[in-house]
């Protein structure tokens, strides 16, 4: 069975410092991973994919194997970054099901 | 029309009612989605319809019964259900057939049962 890992349920940072957000995963095949984000009072929506590889709102994520690590990473932390981050895995083969990690809260602070 | 739909907004039912909550897409959408959140926490798979079909039940109590009358609808009926059941219910809808898909969620059905 899969399971996503958020070691941190909280992460406070001033504004303009870097961002991590903790994600690592266990799954024995090969997982897509991906990070979809919940801003105050609006839906949740994916943010980035692995496999497309690129750069949503300065917001970056490479997965490593090796690891079994999904880290979501931004160089300059603004202030409409504040939202909730879930990092999810779907399993190849499995169907269409989304394992969600527990979440992370960012907050960023002026 | 990239949105996903949910009505109504907020439900509150006694323990004794029936009530269901939709949910539309018309994003040529074959796999749709229930999830149940509570606060704080991450949403919880229920079902996955692919092709009108249920195809995932993550056994979810009977109280909760889910329907997929044509490709852009997704319901589900609620019945004699628990104060524990008060939660946000999340519709998603994605792709059915591609390597790589994004879940477009609707906003939500905020459900409190008294």
């Known amino acids: 069975a899969q399971r996503v890992t958020q070691p941190e349920k909280l992460l406070s940072v001033f504004k303009g410092a870097p961002v991590e957000l903790k994600c690592n995963y266990s799954y024995s095949g090969s997982p897509e991973l991906f990070w979809y984000v919940q801003y105050s009072r609006q839906r949740l929506q994916l943010l980035l994919r692995?496999?497309s590889r690129e750069s949503i709102k300065g917001f970056t994520a490479d997965l490593n194997k090796g690891e079994t690590s999904f880290h979501l990473k931004k160089p300059f932390a603004q202030e409409e970054d504040s939202a909730m981050y879930y990092c999810a895995l779907r399993a190849t083969g499995g169907g269409n099901k989304l394992t969600f990690g527990t979440g992370t809260q960012l907050k960023v602070e002026l | 029309d990239t949105e996903v739909t949910q009505t109504p907004k907020h439900l509150v039912m006694g323990m004794t009612n029936k009530k269901s909550l939709k949910c539309e897409q018309h994003?040529?959408?074959?796999?749709m989605y229930w999830y149940k959140q509570k606060a704080k926490k991450p949403p919880e798979l229920m079902f996955v319809y692919s092709y009108e079909k249920l195809s995932i039940n993550e056994s979810v109590p009977s109280r909760f019964s889910p329907e997929c009358p044509n490709s852009s609808l997704l319901n589900l009926h609620l019945h004699a259900l628990q104060p524990e059941d008060s939660a946000l219910y999340l519709c998603a809808s994605s792709q059915a057939d591609t390597t790589s898909y994004e879940q477009y969620f609707g906003p939500g059905t905020r459900l409190t049962v008294t």
């Open positions: 692995h496999i």
């Open positions: 994003m040529g959408h074959r796999a």
